[in-house]
Nanobody
């Protein structure tokens, strides 16, 4: 199983980006999917999560500005970033709980990260 993240880039403060993360491999189903943010010099921190049923949860910094969504048919999770601030700069990682064929439990996978740089 692989998670491929994309969509990062350089944007001015107040701008928007849409991140994508597509999962591929011997996937039966994907349960919870998440986005994390790793700012320079800090630990990776959860930004938002979405269950297979579409239940959402955001951190306080993401509420009102970021939107997580998913397309189960495409095994893809998205993160719409709006009203970006310089402190949103960093690498964004996707993460998913995947049920593979021949397994009776979920396994956690990480994408490689996509860099977002917000200039002031």
């Amino acid at each position: 199983v692989q998670l491929q993240a994309s969509g990062g880039g350089l944007v001015q403060a107040g701008g928007s980006l849409r991140l994508s993360c597509a999962a591929s491999g011997d996937i039966v189903t994907i349960n919870e999917m998440r986005w994390y943010h790793e700012a320079p010099g800090t630990q990776r921190a959860l930004v938002a999560r979405i269950t297979a049923n579409g239940d959402l949860q955001y951190t306080e910094t993401a509420k009102g500005r970021f939107t997580i969504s998913r397309d189960n048919a495409k095994n893809t999770v998205y993160l719409q970033l709006n009203s970006l601030k310089p402190e949103d700069t960093g690498v964004y990682y996707c993460n998913a709980d995947v049920r593979r064929a021949d397994y009776t439990f979920d396994q956690e996978y990480w994408g490689q990260g996509t860099l977002v740089t917000v200039s002031s």
